[in-house]
């Protein structure tokens, strides 16, 4: 029903910057929140940042005033800005949303593929 991809990835150098996109498709009626997971090797997935239908946002401390994160409504788009990387930023990053389709009767849970993001020291 929902399908995410997400695009934006690289290889960059400590102290560079990348923006991660992820656009949603399908029978959306309305997307609730919209957030970035990632997973390093070795480690669990953590949650990075969110942002709800208000536009009330949330981050991890580890990336508190790095990253930023927001929508494109119109698009059903979620951005990651990340600014200043370092090396512990190195991992599979992946998009998360919480949608109500046209015919469910209550929202799920739909996630990306994952997009790699390696950061050289």
């Known amino acids: 029903q929902v399908q995410l991809v997400e695009s934006g990835g690289g290889l960059v150098q400590a102290g560079g910057s990348l923006r991660l996109s992820c656009a949603a498709s399908g029978s959306i009626f309305s997307i609730n929140v919209m957030s970035w997971y990632r997973q390093a090797p070795g480690k669990e997935r953590e949650l990075v940042a969110g942002i709800n239908r208000g536009g009330v946002t949330n981050y991890a401390d580890s990336v508190k005033g790095r990253f930023t994160i927001s929508t494109d409504n119109a698009k059903n788009t979620v951005y990651l800005q990340m600014n200043s990387l370092k090396s512990e930023d190195t991992a599979v990053y992946y998009c998360?949303?919480?949608?109500?389709?046209?015919?469910?009767?209550?929202?799920?849970?739909?996630w990306g593929q994952g997009t790699q993001v390696t950061v050289s020291s």
């Open positions: 998360k949303a919480n949608v109500k389709t046209s015919s469910g009767r209550w929202p799920l849970d739909y």
